[in-house]
């Protein structure tokens, strides 16, 4: 069933990237992924790598990524239990740099140094607030709208000035931007560079092969050496390096300003005391 007045095609798309945000976004989700990324593990074998999960709090996580197809769990006797990526968890991994890749550019630089992981956890908060994505969505294509008409193509049916919290927030975090009271919104440059994070997320939810987010008809790098008819969109392979197979973020490994395929290194360096402030917000 539609949630906005989006075509359906589009509207199934953005309901698909939504909740594969929901899977990964509640905390320590993502570091529960990366601990069983090499191999399967036991309860206690878990906790002893993530240490800041004690008195019952990981069993709700393992739980809830299991409810949605990312871990199994695997019974060998009553006093062994091993817990394991499924495939569908470890196809998954690779959409975790490409966020991270995004968080690098754009993300607002700390003054002290922040690990890759936390990186990807603050990203994953932006993504998430509520109507967020179908926003983007919808300035991504039109490149500016009003909120009367963002309105009612995201909230169908309900007051029209309900749009203006959501559109507020993305405003404070940087994705969107306006000239003033009355006047269109529009994408950031931080916005407009989600991209390849909603074209790897949207491939990722289909099932189908990370290379098609070059491809996404939304998202998709635009071949600027081709003309077309308005409203013919014609795209092709992104430039940009395939995210690692098997990406190490570490909790406790800084962030660098090095290029994307040095993010996930351990011998990655802290960042500078002093960083220049801007881009989206934490």
Known sequence: MATTALPPTVDADVARVTEALGMITPRWNVRVLLALRAQPLRYTELTDKLPW???????????????????????????????????????????????????????????????????????????????????????????????????????????????????????DDGLVDTAGTGRPYRLTASGHGLGRVFGTLSAWAAGRSLTHASRHPVWGTPDTNTRTEPGTWVSRQSRLPAPPLSPVLEAGTSRSPRPVPDLFSHAAPARPAVVPAGGARR
């Open 53 to 171: 999960l004690r008195g019952g709090q990981l069993h709700p996580r393992l739980r809830a990524l299991g409810d949605a197809g990312l871990v199994g769990r695997t019974e060998h006797s009553v006093h062994h239990v091993t817990y394991h990526l499924t495939g569908r968890g470890t196809t998954l991994l690779p959409v975790l740099p490409v966020i991270a890749a995004w968080a690098e550019e754009f993300l607002e630089k700390p003054a002290g140094p922040v690990s890759t992981v936390q990186n990807v956890e603050d990203s994953l908060i932006l993504l998430t607030r509520r109507h967020a994505a179908p926003i983007l969505w919808v300035l991504r294509t039109r490149e500016e709208a009003s909120a009367r008409y963002l309105a009612d193509i995201v909230m169908p049916g309900g007051y029209w000035t309900n749009i203006y919290p959501p559109l507020r927030q993305l405003v």
